[in-house]
């Protein structure tokens, strides 16, 4: 299913990806940072809690074992790192929620795959899209509160949807 997006992205099929995912099995070194918005966060990086600069996980990992501690951002000397995931009670990143919010705006079509459309802030952005006169396509095993507004809808499971479009 990555590969499928990942390669849609590179040949400009897609214009960009949302997602709630965290495992960043769908970044590619390929895609364009703005071409992929995970609003919860990765775990392929860390971040600063304070000034949000990103570092190297791997980095972060080193320091954290040697000091069983947090590291302490080297840039503003103020926030602790930790992986770059949004933790439970943490706000999410309004850069990539307002990131987020322009490209559901912008679009032609959008294509909701995997979601429930039940959790905020994820399902704001389909009714962004909406009311900017984009086509709605919903791919998802059950029924969402925005079916009746959709182009059209698949109702079953992703991996047998990829299945198809790959032949
Ligand atoms: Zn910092």
Redesign the pocket.
Known sequence: MHALIEKALKRNHLNSHITQNIDGLHTSEECLPDQIIEIHGTTRKAA?L??N?EYDVKDFYEEYSKADNFPL?P??Q??YVKVATISFGQQLDSAKLSLAKEKSSQCRYFIVMGSSLKVSPANHFPRIALNNNAKLIILNYDSTPFDSAAEFVINEKLENIYEQISK
């Open positions: 600063c304070n000034c600069e951002c840039k503003c103020n926030g």
